[in-house]
């Protein structure tokens, strides 16, 4: 099940957890930074003997890690049409 919303599925998935990750509140902005973290540890996994980073641990990393990656996502990395 996702942190996310039906509300926050606005097409810009990135946008949707980015909101949630800025929100003052741990828990809204906790859950989600969890589930990123987990779903990007789970796309770098190339082999059947992966374990979790262990960065992922450590509650400022946690949290400042998908804020950043998501503010870049959520804008098309600030890049020009095309």
């Known amino acids: 099940m996702s ?3 039906p509300t926050e599925r606005d097409g810009n998935i990135a946008a949707g957890y980015h909101r ?4 003052p509140d741990s828990a809204v ?3 989600a930074a969890q589930a ?3 779903w990007v540890d789970t796309h770098v996994a190339t082999t059947p003997e992966h374990r979790p980073n262990p960065r ?3 509650p400022r990393f946690r ?5 950043l990656v ?5 804008h098309a990395a600030f890049l020009p049409e095309g």
């Open 29 to 31: 902005h906790g859950p």
């Open 70 to 74: 998501t503010h870049y996502w959520s």
């Open 36 to 38: 990123w973290c987990a």
């Open 56 to 58: 992922y641990r450590d």
């Open 63 to 67: 949290l400042g890690f998908p804020r």
């Open 20 to 23: 949630l990750l800025m929100n």
């Open 3 to 5: 942190v996310l919303p």
